[in-house]
T-cell receptor, first 108, second 115 residues
Framework: GIQVEQSPPDLILQEGANSTLRCNFS?????LQWFHQNPWGQLINLFY???GTKQNGRLSATTVATERYSLLYISSSQTTDSGVYFC??????????FGAGTRLTVKP | NAGVMQNPRHLVRRRGQEARLRCSPM?????VYWYRQLPEEGLKFMVY????????ESGMPKERFSAEFPKEGPSILRIQQVVRGDSAAYFC?????????????FGPGTRLTVL
């Protein structure tokens, strides 16, 4: 099945710093989603981005499908950005395969 | 427009009891997916259902686990005779279409603890 690798596994930032999270996948995909799991465990949809670039406030994402990677940018990070960031791609006809996540800690 | 609803949010069961987890998809969504997240891991697919049909249960353990999505009411994930290894967060997702292009929206999850 398709493999999804996320890097870095852990990231510690000072409030106000910028960061880039990476998601590599082993096969071509026509769908990619980014999620934020907050410290309370809730999973929040960030982006549906099979290709191209999208922006939502301080967050933006870029997927280069031909090169099999996606990037999530967080600018001017805030403590509320802390949590785990997952990317997910289709594994079969309908189920999503998740990466292991990047655990982000933003310190005040 | 309400998102995906799951209840209960937290569930504690003793070994051997039954756990019933409920999921109401987003309004207008007829496709439901269940995922399990073990501690410190990513989510893993369990089962995909449409109304009154199980489409794919390849990720669900063959014994003790079952799922349904009746014509009326929420989808139910049922775990019989729970064991400590069933302790995990169970997430439900829904989409308005099926296929690899679909965007799945996730509920807040149910955290099951087996004592």
């Amino acid at each position: 099945g398709i493999q999804v690798e996320q890097s870095p596994p852990d990231l510690i930032l000072q409030e106000g710093a910028n960061s880039t999270l990476r998601c590599n996948f082993s096969d071509s995909v026509n769908n990619l989603q980014w999620f934020h799991q907050n410290p309370w465990g809730q999973l929040i949809n960030l982006f549906y981005i099979p290709s191209g670039t999208k922006q939502n406030g301080r967050l933006s994402a870029t997927t280069v499908a031909t090169e099999r990677y996606s990037l999530l940018y967080i600018s001017s990070s805030q403590t509320t950005d802390s949590g785990v960031y997952f990317c997910a791609v289709p594994q079969g006809d309908w189920d999503m395969r998740f990466g292991a996540g990047t655990r982000l800690t933003v310190k005040p | 427009n309400a998102g995906v609803m799951q209840n209960p949010r937290h569930l504690v069961r003793r070994r051997g009891q039954e756990a019933r987890l409920r999921c109401s998809p987003m309004k207008g969504h007829s496709h439901v997916y269940w995922y399990r997240q073990l501690p410190e891991e990513g989510l893993k697919f369990m089962v995909y259902l449409q109304k009154e049909n199980i489409i794919d249960e390849s990720g669900m353990p063959k014994e003790r686990f079952s799922a349904e999505f009746p014509k009326e009411g929420p989808s139910i994930l049922r775990i019989q005779q729970v064991v400590r290894g069933d302790s995990a967060a169970y997430f439900c997702a829904s989409s308005d279409t099926s296929g690899t292009y679909n965007e799945q929206f996730f509920g807040p999850g149910t955290r099951l603890t087996v004592l």
